[in-house]
């Protein structure tokens, strides 16, 4: 089964960056959308962007202008570029990867923006 392996959380201050890195452990076929999500502690999972096959992105209101969604050439590795990060965007942070048949999801990295 593949394996989503994410990194580049942590914590960082207000108005710092970061950014997350999520590679898939073999390369997927078909690959329709990749994308990020996050939940914070007692809230749902929600979306913060996505990039289709086509290069499309779609950005959750709260992050357009601030967040940046990326992948590499082979479309097995997405990233999420940070900006301008504000306390409203802790929690942990999930990478999805989704083909015609399956979807694919990484294990979460913490993110926490804190003075």
């Known amino acids: 089964q593949v394996q989503l392996v994410e990194s580049g959380g942590g914590l960082v201050q207000p108005g710092g960056s970061l950014r997350l890195s999520c590679a898939a452990s073999q390369s997927i076929s078909n690959i329709q959308i990749m994308g990020w999500y996050r939940q914070a502690p007692g809230k749902q999972r929600d979306l913060v962007a996505t990039?289709?096959?086509?290069?499309?992105?779609n950005y959750a209101d709260s992050v357009k202008g601030r967040f940046t969604i990326s992948r590499d050439a082979a479309k097995n590795t997405v990233y999420l570029q940070m900006n301008s990060l504000k306390s409203e965007d802790t929690a942990v942070y999930y990478c999805?990867?989704?083909?015609?048949?399956?979807?694919?999801w990484g294990q979460g990295t913490q993110v926490t923006v804190s003075s």
């Open positions: 999805s990867i989704q083909d015609w048949f399956e979807n694919y």
């Open positions: 990039i289709r096959r086509g290069g499309a992105t």
